[in-house]
């Protein structure tokens, strides 16, 4: 009897932190999001998709909607140069995007490090023996957690970084998906989910 009780209990449990999740992408079209510059953004086989326009210019696809503290978890494949990001607490003016980034990038580039837009630059970089946990050409799952000063991110279940920083606490924005500017970037995300703290 306490067995099945301790089943019943773990089931509702998971089934509460899954309804707490919401889903910022719908895996159809782009509703929930605008696009920010000239490059390309779009669903392909129910994947989101960002690819180089012919500008080989920076460009953003940000929620309509801010996050102060949240945590967001999303699988990413990079397909061609996947020189990209995840930002937080932003603000876009054209292509011009002020706030932090989660880097999402090649191999040997700081995957899982935070970069601050407009602003004081790179202000964590994972140890250098984290680069392992990237797998080129195939699905990643990213995590990134921002509540109040603190932010940490992990990369297939491995913790990445984790950082301190006021700045951050008393802001907030837009999450948004970069594309690099230089061209030759393509790279598919699919589940994105976001739960507010």
């Not at 309804?19 to 669903?43: A, C, I, M, P, R």
Request: hydrophobic letters at 35%; charged letters at 25%.
């Amino acid at each position: 009897m306490i067995r099945i009780f301790v089943c019943a209990l773990a089931l509702m449990l998971t089934s509460l932190v899954g309804f707490s999740q919401k889903k910022l992408f719908n895996g159809k079209d782009l509703t929930g999001w605008k696009v920010y510059g000239t490059e390309k953004w779009f669903v392909e086989n129910g994947d989101l998709v960002c690819e180089s326009g012919p500008d080989k210019q920076y460009g953003y696809l940000a929620t309509d909607a801010e996050f102060k503290d949240f945590e967001i978890t999303l699988e990413f494949k990079q397909e061609s140069n996947g020189n990209s990001g995840v930002f937080f607490h932003s603000s876009i003016d054209g292509t011009k995007i002020t706030g932090w980034q989660a880097e999402v990038a090649p191999l040997n580039r700081s995957t899982g490090g935070i970069y601050e837009s407009y602003g004081r630059g790179w202000l964590i970089k994972p140890d250098a023996e984290k680069e392992k946990y990237l797998k080129e050409g195939e699905w990643n799952k990213m995590t990134v957690r921002v509540k109040g000063d603190n932010v940490t991110t992990w990369l297939n279940g491995q913790e990445m970084i984790t950082l301190k920083d006021e700045k951050i606490g008393s802001s907030n924005g837009k999450i948004a998906l970069q594309i690099h500017d230089g061209g030759g970037v393509r790279v598919r995300w699919r589940n994105i989910r976001v739960q507010k703290l």
